[in-house]
């Protein structure tokens, strides 16, 4: 490699490293939890409260759990399971998907359907 090259690559990953600090520190912790299946809203669960919901489907079925202030899909019939083997979520905008049955679960700020900010 050349000097050039490894002066590119360092740069490319502080670009990289200050793009994910600015987004990580400032993600705000959420205040609840939108649970929808295939666009429709299902339920809505707070983060401060423990809290465990069977969603059913025609497809199958995910259990969401709250725990701690953090979101998990503990359980599901899906075949992949890649919703169930997700990190836990717990700030505003992140989401655990689960394509097999049509659900999304996002964490969100006091009620469903609340906007941080519209942009024109």
């Given at each position: 490699?050349?000097?050039?090259?490894?002066?590119?690559?360092?740069?490319?990953?502080?670009?990289?490293?200050?793009?994910?600090?600015?987004?990580?520190?400032?993600?705000?912790?959420?205040?609840?939890?939108?649970?929808?299946?295939?666009?429709?809203?299902?339920?809505?669960?707070?983060?401060?409260?423990?809290?465990?919901?069977?969603?059913?489907?025609?497809?199958?079925?995910n259990?969401?759990?709250?725990?701690?202030?953090?979101?998990?899909?503990?359980?599901?019939?899906?075949?992949d399971?890649?919703?169930?083997?997700?990190?836990?979520?717990?700030?505003?905008?992140?989401?655990?998907?689960?394509?097999?049955?049509?659900?999304?679960?996002?964490?969100?700020?006091?009620?469903?359907?609340?906007?941080?900010?519209?942009?024109?």
């Amino acid at each position: 490699m050349k000097k050039t090259d490894l002066l590119l690559v360092a740069g490319a990953l502080i670009i990289a490293g200050g793009i994910w600090f600015f987004y990580s520190a400032g993600a705000e912790k959420g205040k609840g939890v939108e649970i929808t299946v295939g666009g429709e809203s299902k339920a809505f669960l707070p983060l401060g409260e423990d809290d465990s919901i069977r969603i059913d489907t025609d497809d199958g079925y995910n259990v969401i759990t709250v725990k701690d202030g953090e979101v998990t899909v503990s359980e599901a019939d899906c075949r992949d399971q890649i919703c169930v083997e997700h990190k836990k979520i717990r700030k505003t905008g992140e989401t655990i998907v689960c394509l097999p049955h049509k659900l999304v679960v996002t964490v969100t700020g006091d009620k469903p359907g609340d906007f941080d900010a519209v942009v024109m």
